[in-house]
């Protein structure tokens, strides 16, 4: 079953005023319960306003958003608990620290959601685990820590909520390669032990090509492409067109193959490794 | 939405206000402001809202602007008119009571409505039409004089000028902040004075940690371009008094002569 279904989504900024503009327009898509879906749009494409209407920060000019199968505008009160089931974590999340221990800002969100300080800081030591911080870390304040170790919290402090959708805007920007390898490889964590929906919204195609299973290609307002990550993929030139590209290694696999060279796709690395490990073994390279 | 509020209430335009320099434009528009509270009849007080009048049209921004403004302080004018009808002398019009209403309590009532009035419209057309770079280029240039008492005139026009740059900045980043509390599920809209003071500090303690961060980078980028305050520096844009600020001063002075002498030959109509 769809766990979130977009009918005709439209969102404009300033309407009814001379500057505005319609950041996403008429969106239909549906999203399974389960998937970890990848976002990816050059900058202005929408994947931002698309994402905050999914759980309802924005409201949809027209059109609907169903979470579960249900309008989740159907009683605008009634908007916190859809904030709960779908958790949002914005673009620089470190930001949004605030508590004096990495622990009660944790337990912000849980707090919020009306349980017990008890079951609160329970959830919170649960959602620290997930993202790699030890017990030391519980009673530091999130101002002394590193910018890797804030978004950390800042990340968990939003699983803690456990949410059925996980939206991230870009966790990995502004951090080393060390950083990102391991906060990707937490997400991915995350998502196979509580098989949650996952959407994960990047810039940088090596990550999505390596985690996703299906891919949304926002391009100016429109979901110019939704499918299979492998697919997407294999449709480099219209990418590009977008101001996008396919990940370098598969690019490379490309033009091998374009040159005569029988090597299949690959997205990943490994992938890359297995296509290109026969021949080298054939001793058949030589340029 | 926070972006929505208008802030810094430049208008650009090429009226003729628009382009006059802001130095005389300030000055002016003072004078102006104490001739409001110089006018002692209603000649004099007719003569000046149809300068106002005028001042406005030449401005050439639409009357909604203006209105809006005057529509934000609608309640301290009711108010202290309301307040000021009580008070005066000559006959009794009205009796309420223990509370009389007498013509002159009349008279300061419209007197004390239209000067707000006039007020806000006057500031209103400083603010419209000078953008708060000049504004306080301008400033700084009125109070150049100061130095002499050691008042550190340039740092302050600096000061005023980064507070204006950043006011659009933070609104962005407390937007930032709003949302990403609220989708951890902050609520900001039921609850008590107490409890809606409490659910503030997820966003002002973000918001104060990030204006320092911002004013550390902003104090290093400018160190790193080696600024040292205002000891010989020279402007981008040097302001020029014209002909056109000339004329307006002329036409400012004739009006305040205007009210003198009114003042002089005419009855006051204050008690």
């Keep these: 079953m769809a766990v979130i279904e977009l009918k005709n989504l439209t969102y404009t900024y300033g309407e009814g005023t001379p500057f505005c503009r319609t950041a996403v327009d008429n969106v239909s898509l549906s999203i399974e319960k389960g998937e970890l879906i990848g976002v990816i749009g050059h900058t202005g494409s929408g994947k931002s306003t698309l994402i ?19 309008d989740i505008w159907a009683e605008p009160k009634k908007i916190r608990q859809v904030r709960f089931q779908v958790g949002m974590v914005f673009q620089y999340p470190e930001y949004q620290l605030f508590e004096e221990t990495v622990l009660k800002d944790i337990a912000f969100g849980p707090g919020n959601m009306g349980l017990t300080p008890e079951e609160a800081i329970e959830r919170a030591k649960k959602a620290a685990a997930f993202v790699g911080l030890s017990e030391d870390f519980y009673e530091k304040s999130p101002f002394e820590l590193s910018g890797g170790e ?9 699983i803690a909520m456990d949410p059925d959708v996980l939206i991230l805007d870009e966790p990995t920007a502004g951090l080393d390669p060390r950083g990102r390898d391991v906060l990707l490889s937490q997400i991915i964590g995350y998502h196979k032990v509580r098989g949650n929906t996952v959407l994960l919204v990047s810039h940088s195609m090596e990550d999505v090509a390596r985690i996703a299973d299906r891919i949304l290609v926002m391009n100016s307002s429109h979901a ?52 290109l490990l026969p021949l080298l073994e054939k001793g058949g390279v030589r340029a | ?36 509270f110089v006018a002692q009849n209603f000649v004099s007080l007719l003569l000046l ?3 106002v009048a005028v001042t406005m049209l030449f401005s050439g921004i639409s009357l909604r602007h203006y209105l809006r403004s ?64 000049s504004l306080t280029d301008a400033i700084e240039r009125l109070m150049k004089p100061l130095k002499v008492f050691h008042v550190k005139v340039h740092e302050i026009a600096m000061m005023m000028t980064i507070a204006l740059r950043f006011v659009p900045t933070l609104l962005e980043e407390t937007d930032k902040i709003m949302s990403a509390q609220k ?89």
């Design chain 2, 49 to 51: 809202v149809v300068s």
């Design chain 1, 150 to 158: 804030k978004r950390r919290v800042a990340i968990a402090g939003v």
């Design chain 2, 70 to 133: 005057v529509k934000a302080i609608l309640f301290i004018v009711l108010f202290t008119s309301v307040l000021n009808l009580f008070y005066g002398g000559g006959e009794t019009l009205l009796k309420i009571g223990f509370m009389e209403i007498k013509s002159g309590g009349v008279s300061n009532a419209i007197f004390i409505a239209v000067r707000i009035v006039s007020l806000i419209l006057l500031s209103a057309v400083l603010t419209f039409t000078t953008s708060p770079t």
């Design chain 1, 52 to 70: 905050q209407t999914l759980n309802g920060l924005l409201r949809p000019t027209s059109g609907q958003v169903l979470l579960n199968g249900k």
């Design chain 2, 1 to 36: 939405m926070i972006r929505d509020i208008a802030l810094g209430q430049y208008i650009p335009g090429d009226s003729v206000i628009h382009r006059m320099d802001p130095r005389v434009k300030i000055v002016l528009i003072f004078l102006f402001i104490v001739f409001l």
């Design chain 1, 224 to 275: 110019a492409m939704f499918g299979p990550t492998r697919e997407i993929f294999a449709r480099g030139a219209e990418l590009e067109q977008m101001g996008l590209r396919v990940p370098q290694i598969t690019k490379i696999l490309a033009s091998l193959r374009e040159r005569g060279w029988p090597v299949g796709t690959a997205l990943t690395m490994e992938e890359a490794v297995r296509e």
């Design chain 2, 183 to 271: 989708a951890r599920g902050a609520d900001m809209e039921s609850g008590g004075l107490v409890q809606r003071a409490k659910a503030l500090l997820p966003i002002l303690i973000p918001l104060f940690v990030s204006s320092f961060r911002r004013a550390y980078d902003l104090a290093m980028a400018m160190e790193c371009r080696c600024y040292h305050g205002g000891e010989g520096r020279t402007k981008l844009k040097v302001l020029r008094a014209g002909k056109r600020d000339a004329f307006a001063a002329v036409l400012v002075v004739l009006v305040c002569a205007g009210v003198v002498v009114s003042n002089i030959f005419l009855p006051g109509a204050l008690s």
